[in-house]
């Protein structure tokens, strides 16, 4: 689950002291390719073996979901349709400027005009509030939440009262005229980048404040007001997204409409766009890769493959009777597993086997090397003695792919140790709303993580911060909350420049050699294949958002 802002940490060296009324460069213009591109045509996409995670704006935080809202929300502020470097600079969207004010706590946005979501509705500072108060609902539990009422970070003045029910809004978001005024209680210097995460997106009020959209039947269900709107949304079935009617703005959009189609088998829908009954699949059986490389190579053609800024790991949940309290067996264990063969498995450009919380080349990370890409059975074994308990532990697991290989391989390993797992597992998102669930029974899951934006706190705070764990739709797996750890982690966020860097770096170092809450095993690769009707010189690979923008795709 989903990413992401190189601005935060250029913000991040000059101090939110320093932060003054500013404005934005003017917005970059599509690529090149983009303005000669075919008009017209729908692009028939498949999501083999999985339905997306959600389709309301306030909760999906899944890669694929967001990878449909690049193109059919409007943010304050948006990364544009680039590859890198201009591609991570944010530029504005729905807002025309904004201004710092009050020692860099209170942001006043200037809501542009002529903007209208796909009923043509207008869009005004209004939808930017709701949006912000939607993902602060008690009933929803909206991922967002933690984004914006975090004491240690970008924290809403007011956004605390509204999830404990003491307020329906916040003091700290307020609506003048033209303006939408957000107060925080703390300068943060990543809240721009923040606000560009799709929770925040104009959102139409006719959505229910606290209950989540779930299907789509036309165009009135779910508002957007971005390039494109979803326009139909069957669960476990199929999704459409079409041209938003009213749409404006500068923004490239090239094709008619996307018809999704989900939990397509896996090799049926590698076999269907070799065949051009598809246009995209979005997952590749383990063996296609190679087939793929060979026959069109990995970087100009219909298959292209990219790193990315994703970890793979497997948590332990601290909560679980195998776990808490024993740190000795989560690093066992982290000893015990094969990430070699564990990345193997996956095939030829899955990705290399990584150990950190952050990925490599992420702003702040230092490899050092602690845990083997092959095992230490002897210091495993070692690790592990007295320290098995019951030795037995719930391993939530994905279905697709190679998912049921690697379990069986990582349940080898961990028999060397004295743990026996029972297997349970998921289709796609599913995992991650069992084990999102405080008090899930899950010893083990697996999961995976990309930026939301380039700053560690991504990372390190979002992923394991004990302070931000809630009742449903926690991003914390491992249910980390150590309260020595938490404290470090809340002085590293207030720290600005190379002092942040450095110590989260350390941090991630720490974390991971001492408490080992995770056992990351992958850096992957991202890995896209078109089908032939595909025009390839529309393929732009946007750095934040790690995907090829559904709006800038085109038909030959």
């Known amino acids: 689950m989903h990413r992401r802002m190189w601005l935060s940490v250029a913000m991040l060296a000059v101090g939110a002291s320093m932060l003054v009324a500013a404005g934005f460069a003017s917005p970059a213009e599509s690529s090149p390719s983009a ?133 329906a809004t916040a003091r700290g978001v307020r609506v003048k005229g033209n303006k939408l005024i957000i107060t925080l209680t703390n300068a943060d210097a990543t809240f721009l980048a923040k606000a560009t995460m799709p929770f ?33 949304r069957e669960p476990n079935r199929a999704l459409t997204v079409k041209k938003n009617p009213f749409y404006k ?24 766009v070799l065949a051009n009954q598809a246009d995209y699949t979005l997952g590749l059986p383990p063996t296609a890769a190679a087939e793929l490389g060979r026959r069109f190579g990995t970087t100009k053609g219909q298959f292209r493959v990219t790193p990315s800024a994703c970890v793979s790991y497997i948590a332990m949940n601290n909560d679980s009777p195998l776990f808490s309290n024993n740190a000795k067996l989560r690093r066992a264990v982290n000893f015990a597993i094969n990430r070699s063969a564990m990345v193997d498995l996956a095939g ?46 719930v391993y939530y697991y994905g279905l697709s792919g190679s998912g049921p290989d690697r379990m069986e391989l990582v349940r080898g390993s961990l ?3 004295g743990v026996d797992i029972e297997p349970k597992g998921f289709r796609g998102f599913a995992i991650y709303d069992a084990a999102g669930r405080k008090g899930s029974e899950h010893a083990f899951t697996t999961g995976g993580w990309c930026q939301d934006y380039p700053d560690p706190y991504n990372f390190v705070n979002v992923l394991l911060y004990g302070g931000n764990i809630q009742a449903d739709n926690n991003n914390n797996l491992a249910y980390f909350n150590t309260p020595a750890y938490n404290k470090k982690m809340e002085r590293a966020s207030r720290l600005l420049g190379d002092a942040r860097l450095k110590t989260y770096g350390a941090l991630d170092i720490d974390i991971s050699k001492n ?41 030959k």
């Open 35 to 167: 303005k000669k591109a075919k008009r017209g045509g729908t692009l028939r996409v498949n999501l083999p073996g999985t339905d997306i995670d959600d389709i309301d704006p306030s909760i999906a935080y899944g890669t694929t979901t967001w990878h449909i809202q690049y193109s059919t929300a409007l943010k304050l502020l948006n990364y544009p349709d680039r590859p890198a470097p201009a591609g991570s600079r944010l530029v504005p969207e729905g807002a025309t400027g904004y201004k710092v004010s009050n020692g860099g706590r209170v942001y006043t946005f200037t809501i542009a005009k002529g903007f209208k979501f796909s009923d043509g509705l207008a869009v005004t500072a209004k939808n930017y509030a709701y949006a912000f108060h939607r993902a602060m609902d008690k009933e929803l539990q909206s991922p967002g939440f933690q984004f914006i009422a975090d004491p240690s970070g970008s924290n809403i003045v007011g956004a605390q009262d509204v999830r404990d029910g003491k307020a």
């Open 200 to 232: 925040f997106q104009a959102m139409s009020t006719k959505l229910p404040r606290t209950k989540k959209v779930i299907s789509v039947a036309s165009r009135n269900d779910l508002p957007s007001a971005g390039p494109y709107y979803v326009s139909f």
């Open 249 to 272: 703005g500068k923004r490239p959009r090239n094709l008619d409409a996307i018809n999704m189609r989900v939990q397509v088998n896996l090799e049926a829908s590698y076999r269907e």
């Open 348 to 393: 030829a450009y899955a990705g290399k086997p990584h150990d950190q919380i952050l990925p490599p080349g992420f702003p702040g990370f230092r490899n050092a090397n602690i845990y083997p890409a092959r095992p230490n059975l002897t210091q495993a074994k070692s690790l592990a003695r007295g320290a098995t308990r019951s030795g037995k532990g």
């Open 415 to 417: 028999k060397q140790i």
């Open 515 to 555: 408490q080992a809450p995770w056992a990351s095993w992958n850096n992957p690769n991202h890995q896209f294949f078109f089908g032939s009707r595909v025009d390839p010189k529309s393929f732009v690979f946007q750095p934040i958002y790690e995907e090829a923008p559904y709006n800038l795709l085109a038909l």
